[in-house]
Structures are given as C-alpha cells and as structure tokens.
C-alpha cells in the first residue's frame, strides 16, 4: 500500500475542493434545468421519485465529463460515481427519508454528496488506496467504472478562477438535462397510428418523402415519420411501387379528439433534428429518431383510426 507525500496530499486536497466547487455549480444549474423539464412537459414535481433516480442523476452528469474530458474528467467522473453509488445501500440518515419531490431530492442527495466530498478532503491519507467501482447509466447505456482514491493525485481538475472550468460545468450540465428529461419520459407514451399511408412512387420521390416529413416537423413538432418502399407491379407488370408511411407521435396517447402530444416547447427543446440529422436545434438534446427507437423505458402503443 502506497503512502502518500505532504506534496501529494496537498495536490489530492487541492483538487477535491475544486470538484466541490464544481458541484455546487452544477447543483444550481440542476434546480433550473429540473424546474424546466417539469414546466415544459405539463407536468407537477410533488411526488419523491426515489433517492436510485437523485443518484442516477448525479452520476449522469458526471458521465458527460467523463466522455468529453479524457482522463481527468473520467478519474473524477468514477470518484464522484462511487461516492453516491454508496448510497444505494447504505443510505446516509440525511436521504432516508420521505422528501416531496425531485427537486428537493436532487438538492438534498447533492448536499449530501458535499459532505462525503469534505470528509475525504479532511483525511486523504486514510482513504488513499480506497477503490471506487461500479457501473453508471444513462440514456445510451450502462458504463462500468474502477478507480483507486490516490489518482486524484494524477490530473488537476479545474479551479472555477479557470477558463476550462466552465468548459466542465458545460458538459456536465448537458448531460444533467439529458438524464432528467431520460427520467420524465417515461411519463408519456409514443403511439403508432395505424393504418399507413401509401404514397405512389410515380409521385413522391425519397428527396420528396424527406421534404414532406421536414415540413410535417414543423408543424407536428411531436412526430416522427418512417416509411419503407414496397416494390409492387401490377398484372399488367407496370411498376406501381410505393413508399409505405406510418406516423408516430410521444405525448399522453391518442384520443377520440386529440392525439395528446406534447407541447410544442417540450419538443423544441428536446429534438436536435427534424428528419433525420436535419439539424434543428444543435443544443436540443436528443435525436428525434434516437427517443422514437431506441429511448428505454418509453412504452410504445399502437392507435387504430378510420381513413
């Protein structure tokens, strides 16, 4: 076991009160997006979704520095990670407790994440060869980490008197909105609607299906169409091929009266394109045919309606 210098020490310490500055930047900017997320989707923030989803949230956000800073970011993604994976057992009195909503539990679990960061501040030498291993998830995938406490003592995280501070904070505050907005979708449903629509080839060209779905965008902000091409002759053998076209829509469900969408803000907010990488918000958040096929935990339905 490795025993650490008064140089080293001081470094470690140096670069724990930086992540803890960090932090409580981050926490701030977690209020607001938070507070967002739930304006935007109609929904209320007044129920205690759990102190496994605070957790995620921290560690979500955490994962962005870890994937956009190399080294540095991944050593104090997988530090901070382990700090609050901890909690999943062993539950610190302070987040063992009913708490009313998801604002209130990310703050608290934030809060709680500041303590453990001062007391591994206060005592470096104690938890200097302490691993930290587990796995983190996110709306992509599930990551494992492993890291020993002494590589603090590897890379200087950013002092917020530094430029590329706010670099990190961009990074994980990105990642924070996506983990958020992956946690509250789950709220709605994406309905399939049946039967399709056939558009004749001698008509409608791909480029004009590409157009026509750009334009449907625009104007349904909470769709996403696809279509295949179904080659087809008639018995004479003429060609009468067409582009077989199904619409798809994330909101509360479709109705007799409504196809209960979500808001249109909702949906400028959260989509990066139209069709498919036709950018039209580069901070948005997700690919619209990312949350159509492949967002997990999103229930899919399909509603039958009369041509």
């Known amino acids: 076991m490795s025993v650490p210098t008064d140089e080293q020490i001081l470094h470690v310490k140096n670069n724990i009160r930086n992540i803890i500055n960090f932090n409580n930047y981050l926490y701030n900017q977690g209020n607001v997006k938070i507070l967002n997320a739930y304006l935007l989707l109609s929904l209320t923030d007044n129920k205690d979704l759990g102190e496994q989803i605070s957790i995620n949230l921290i560690k979500g ?11 540095p970011g991944a050593i104090v993604s997988n530090f901070v990670c382990g700090i609050v994976d901890y909690y999943t057992d062993n539950t610190p009195a302070s987040l063992n407790m009913p708490i009313d909503s998801l604002l209130n539990r990310y703050q608290a679990t934030s809060e709680q994440l500041n303590v453990d960061l001062e007391m591994y501040y206060g005592d470096p030498v104690s938890y200097w060869n302490k691993t930290f291993s587990g796995t983190a998830s996110n709306a992509f995938g599930t990551y494992p980490y492993n890291m020993t406490f002494n590589q603090l003592d590897t890379i200087d995280f950013p002092a917020d008197t530094d430029s590329a501070f706010m670099d990190y904070v961009y990074a994980a505050q990105y990642a924070l909105d996506q983990q958020i907005w992956f946690t509250l979708l789950p709220n709605f449903v994406i309905t399939k609607y049946e039967p399709e629509t056939d558009y004749p080839c001698k008509t409608y060209s791909e480029q004009e299906m590409e157009n026509n779905a750009a334009w449907f965008y625009g104007v349904n ?3 996403w169409n696809n279509w ?4 087809e002759t008639n018995r004479k053998g003429e060609d009468i091929s067409y582009y077989q076209l199904f ?9 007799a009266f409504t ?12 989509f990066i394109d139209s069709y498919d990488n036709v950018i ?7 690919h619209r045919n990312f949350v159509f096929n492949n967002m997990p ?3 899919h339905v399909i509603h039958i309606y009369n041509n």
């Open 228 to 231: 295949t091409y179904v080659h």
């Open 221 to 223: 902000k909470s769709y």
């Open 259 to 270: 196809d209960g969408h979500i808001s249109d803000g909702a949906c400028d907010y959260l």
């Open 280 to 286: 039209i918000n580069a901070n948005g958040l997700f």
């Open 297 to 299: 935990n999103i229930k």
């Open 61 to 71: 956000s955490f994962i962005g520095i870890g994937a956009e800073f190399s080294i």
């Open 247 to 255: 619409q798809n829509n994330i909101g509360t469900g479709a109705g």
